[in-house]
């Protein structure tokens, strides 16, 4: 959840995030809207104790004659009218064999995922609903790492204390923990809500701008006189 969070206040800062989903097409789902055009970004979360990740990990099939494997559940996600990228998020690094996925997709070569993608096309001949096979995935997909969870919590704190010193709120340590909890709960609330009632799964940049607005404003309400939110961004 700490991840799903992460990707929620990237949105309140990016203007370029529609929406963060959580746990419906796959562990998390980010909706782009970038120079009028839409694609959506599939997560997969992955907290397995591994050293490194390599190409047998993600490949291996749970089910031998069946699209089981890691890379195949995620192209499989690519099934909806938008195009599909992907992302992979893990604790740990990945071996040499699969570093080229962990440069972004703008600072890559037009030959950069060559080598992998033939690898992968390959070894499974897997097509999405969309019609994209894995030279597709490996050339849309971008994998991220950070070390432990403790990391990526300290992380978002940051980013929560960040955020607020951008909206001219000053906070106590306590309270921007208090913010981020708060957020954390709001993600958690998400990702367990039933998936019949997609909406209560779905957190939008114009419902958390309005919320970070209304939460910066009553804390900030507890320290009168020490700051005040003068430039609360929408």
């Known amino acids: 959840d700490h991840v799903a969070a992460r990707y929620v206040l990237n949105m309140l800062e990016d203007r370029r995030i529609e929406q963060v989903e959580c746990e419906t097409s796959d562990d998390i789902t980010l909706r782009w809207l970038i120079n009028g055009k839409r694609f959506v970004e599939y997560v997969q979360v992955k907290s397995n104790d591994v050293d490194r990740w390599n190409w047998a990990l ?59 993608s033939a690898r992968l096309t390959k070894k499974y001949p897997t097509i999405s609903a969309r019609g994209s096979n894995l030279d597709y995935w ?45 957020i954390l709960e709001l993600v958690e609330r998400a990702a367990a809500a039933d998936r019949r009632v997609p909406a209560d799964k779905i957190l939008t940049r114009e419902t958390m701008r309005l919320w970070w607005s209304d939460r910066l404003r009553s804390l900030v309400a507890t320290r009168p006189g020490l700051g005040l939110p003068y430039r609360i961004a929408m």
Do not use: M
């Open 58 to 116: 993600l490949t291996k099939r749970d089910i031998a004659k069946s699209p089981t494997s890691i890379v195949e559940k995620s192209l499989l996600c690519d099934r909806g009218p938008e195009p599909g990228h992907f992302r992979i998020f893990t604790r740990n690094g990945v071996h040499s064999g699969l570093a080229a996925l962990t440069v972004p997709l703008a600072k890559r070569g037009p030959t950069d995922l060559d080598d992998l």
């Open 138 to 182: 490996a050339r849309h997909a971008f994998w991220e790492a950070l070390s432990t969870e403790d990391d990526i919590r300290a992380k978002n704190v940051w980013i929560v204390a960040t955020l607020c010193d951008g909206d001219g709120c000053s906070l106590r340590s306590e309270q921007i923990v208090t913010l981020y909890r708060d």
